[in-house]
């Protein structure tokens, strides 16, 4: 009945892999396009899978793969054509031979944004020309998805565009819930990064500070551009520790060991402004507090239900902050707290049941109501 485009293999993506729970739980059927584009060899039952190496991050390099990734879709959207009447497709990298094929044949169409530039795309032709395909394909599409009702002002689009519209927020779909001890030992300070080793994020900064500070430790996991940097601290500083590629859950333990997690969005990335992140949910879900970055759509959440801190960028941001903390621990551990059982009173009030809600209900039913 649904067929998903995705640039990455479901097991890459938690978002993805939230739909195919919900549509698995309703008994839809269902298959998924994907790319692996690492070589990586991880492959559901349900996964047409392309091969074609492509490391990510590698921009115009990367042009001639994606126009072939295109074929690659149209060509499987054609020869299992009896087997979906809706097409969920991610990003703007997938949409077009999904509209084709709505063109074509009559397939309903889903526009999931997981992320987007539009505030960039004023900048040059080329960008300008983006933002008008991007328009072209809302207009067209059955269904708008974004992971924020915020992101609307990011790609300066209302009512009169969509058709129709659902914000999916990034809620990790947990079964169980266990809250964690939070105990905050001021002689070791354990903090925790898991996911994207780009820049602008704060992991440069963060590295360094750690590395001149002997009251922390700093728990790191995960991959990008920055991790050769990321091993050398690792191996010059007994207090950081970097455990690699993990999966979901050791991740997920990885931070309930720590006293904050750590997710900066720096302001420089204009998709960073409106980031969406899992991790602000995960944090809740852990009852830690998340130290992000203010003037983000992230910080703004944090600092709204104070289930974290909100700083500016630096390292010196950082520093003044804990010396701050440590300076004040009878009135900081107090506030640390309170920060800790908002964060678990949160998501049990908004998002333990968001799954079951949003996604199995909500989500499900707008695809079997698509005729």
């Excluded at 998805?145 to 689009?157: C, G, S, T, W």
């Excluded at 500083?237 to 990885?254: C, F, P």
């Amino acid at each position: 009945m649904i067929c998903f485009l995705r640039c990455a293999p479901v097991n890459a993506d938690i978002r993805l892999k939230k739909y195919i729970q919900a549509c698995q739980s309703r008994d839809i059927n269902f298959f998924a396009l994907t790319w692996d584009r690492l070589g990586e060899g991880t492959q559901e039952i349900y996964e047409i899978q392309w091969g074609r190496f492509a490391p990510y991050g590698q921009r115009w390099k990367n042009l001639i793969n994606k126009i072939l990734w295109q074929f690659f879709i149209l060509k499987n959207l054609i020869k299992h054509k009896s087997e979906y009447k809706v097409i969920h497709a991610t990003n703007l990298e997938n949409i077009l031979p999904a509209l084709i094929m709505k063109l074509l044949l009559k397939k309903r169409v889903i526009y999931d944004i997981y992320d987007s530039s539009s505030s960039d795309f004023s900048k040059s032709l080329f960008t300008s020309w983006l933002r008008k395909l991007d328009i072209f394909c809302i207009k067209k599409s059955d269904l708008l998805i974004l992971a924020d009702k915020k992101r609307l002002k990011q790609i300066n689009v209302d009512s009169s565009i969509y058709k129709s519209f659902m914000d999916i927020e990034n809620v990790p779909n947990f079964s169980d819930y266990v809250v964690s001890k939070n105990t905050l030992d001021f002689r070791l300070i354990k903090l925790s990064y898991v996911g994207v080793f780009d820049p602008l994020r704060g992991l440069e900064e963060l590295l360094n500070f750690v590395s001149k500070n002997e009251g922390f430790v700093l728990n790191i996991a995960g991959s990008g551009t920055l991790l050769e940097k990321v091993k050398e601290y690792s191996l010059n500083n007994s207090r950081i520790t970097y455990h690699g590629t993990v999966k979901y859950e050791d991740g997920l333990d990885i931070m309930r060991g720590s006293d904050f997690i750590i997710g900066m969005y720096y302001k420089k990335a204009s998709n960073h402004i409106y980031a969406a992140p899992n991790k602000f949910f995960e944090a809740l879900y852990l009852a830690k507090p998340l130290i992000t970055t203010n003037g983000t759509l992230v910080g703004d959440k944090v600092a709204k239900y104070m289930t974290g801190y909100a700083l500016e960028e630096g390292e010196s941001e950082i520093s003044d902050f804990f010396e701050k903390c440590i300076r004040d621990k009878e009135i900081f551990i107090s506030e640390y707290e309170i920060i800790c059982k908002n964060a678990a009173d949160l998501w049990n009030s908004s998002y333990s049941n968001y799954f079951e809600n949003r996604l199995k209900n909500d989500y499900v039913n707008f695809i079997i109501s698509l005729k």
